[in-house]
Each structure stands twice: as structure tokens, then as C-alpha cells.
T-cell receptor, first 114, second 112 residues
């Protein structure tokens, strides 16, 4: 069965600090990979996605992620965080050719201190 | 475009009551999903549908039912509500396995 692990439950950073959130998945086949963000009290919004091609993908608001197939990882990065990045971040995968069902990690809560 | 719309936004139910969470999308997506989100647990798939008239169970279907009579609507029915169903429920839609899912605003349900 597929599973997704996010290493950090809660990350606290000061503004301008760099961010890296870890995500590892478990699945033997080909997957599509996603990072979603949930701002307080809001629904999930897509940050970025990887289907194929360049393993370094850029998303909205200055976020990027790198797919490392050999490590089954899809870590999220941002060089300099802002207070407005305070949110919960979810890594998700679905199996290529599936019904699109997303398997989510448990989420990482990011708090950015002004 | 409204995207995915869920109603109600909040609801308090008593144990044993039933209710229907409404979800409608205007993007003509064939695939629709219901997830529940519990603190520290991420999102778990309850049911999904690949088109009108076709539904299937997800990871946590017990205590829920769904129907899909049209492409636009995918209601989730709770029969005999239990405290364990206290959660935030998200409906989502997509064009299939090769695209991202779009989420509604969520329904916060409390069963007391």
C-alpha cells in the first residue's frame, strides 16, 4: 500500500530563514507528487506538482521541490520565508494510472515569527 | 468559476442524527472525492467517484454513503452520527489521475 511520511510535525522559523520540509513516499510504481498548502481556516490549495521531466519543480509564492527517485523523496524548499507562509503543508502522491486518489502525509505546520 | 462548493460550512449534530453534506463542482470534472481531515492525521479518503453512477470506497468508508446522479453533484450522507465522525470534511474534484485535485472550503462537523 502507498504511504507518505512527512518528517516534521511543527516547524518554527523566523522571517527570512530558509525552509526545507521533508517528504518520503512508499510505492513501487510510478507516482505523481504534490504539495498542498492550507492557510488557517481555509481549504487546500496546490503549491506545486511533479508528473515527469525536470525533477526540480517550481511552484507558486517562491516554493520549489525536488524529486529524488532513488530516495523516494519530494522535499519542499523556500529560500526565504515570510510571515504570510504560516500554514500547514501537505505532501501527497497518487499512483500513475490510478483513479487520482491522493494519499496524504500527516502534514507539517509551519509557524513563521515576524 | 465557483470551483468546488460545499454546504454547510459548519454543523453540530447529536449522536444518532443523520445529515447530508453537499458538494457541487462546475468544472465538468468526472472524478470527485470525499476526504476527512483530523488533527495531526492528514486527509483520509472516504469515498470517490469516477463519473455519474459510479462510486467506490476509499480508506475510511464506514458510517458514510454517497451517490453520484450527475457529474456536478456528489453528496455525502452520514447515517446515525457518532462522535468519531467529528471532523472537517473536504470534497474535491479532478479530471483524473494525471492532474491535481481542486478542493472545496470544507465542512466542520461536530457530533455531540
Amino acid at each position: 500500500a502507498q504511504s507518505v511520511s512527512q518528517h516534521n510535525h511543527h516547524v518554527i522559523l523566523s522571517e527570512a530563514a530558509s525552509l526545507e520540509l521533508g517528504c518520503n513516499y512508499s510505492y513501487g510504481g510510478t507516482v505523481n507528487l504534490f504539495w498542498y498548502v492550507q492557510y488557517p481556516g481555509q481549504h487546500l490549495q496546490l503549491l506545486l506538482k511533479y508528473f515527469s521531466g525536470d525533477p526540480l519543480v517550481k511552484g507558486i509564492k517562491g516554493f520549489e521541490a525536488e524529486f529524488i527517485k532513488s530516495k523516494f523523496s519530494f522535499n519542499l524548499r523556500k529560500p526565504s520565508v515570510q510571515w504570510s507562509d504560516t500554514a500547514e503543508y501537505f505532501c501527497a502522491v497518487n499512483a500513475r494510472g490510478s483513479q487520482g486518489n491522493l494519499i496524504f502525509g500527516k502534514g507539517t505546520k509551519l509557524s513563521v515569527k515576524p | 468559476n465557483a470551483g468546488v462548493t460545499q454546504t454547510p460550512k459548519f454543523r453540530i449534530l447529536k449522536i444518532g442524527q443523520s445529515m447530508t453534506l453537499q458538494c457541487t463542482q462546475d468544472m465538468n470534472h468526472n472524478y470527485m472525492y470525499w476526504y476527512r481531515q483530523d488533527p495531526g492525521m492528514g486527509l483520509k479518503l472516504i469515498y470517490y467517484s469516477v463519473g455519474a453512477g459510479i462510486t467506490d470506497k476509499g480508506e475510511v468508508p464506514n458510517g458514510y454513503n454517497v451517490s453520484r446522479s450527475t457529474t456536478e453533484d456528489f453528496p455525502l450522507r452520514l447515517e446515525l452520527a457518532a462522535p468519531s465522525q467529528t471532523s472537517v470534511y473536504f470534497c474535491a474534484s479532478s479530471t483524473g489521475g494525471y492532474t491535481e485535485a481542486f478542493f472545496g472550503q470544507g465542512t466542520r462537523l461536530t457530533v455531540v
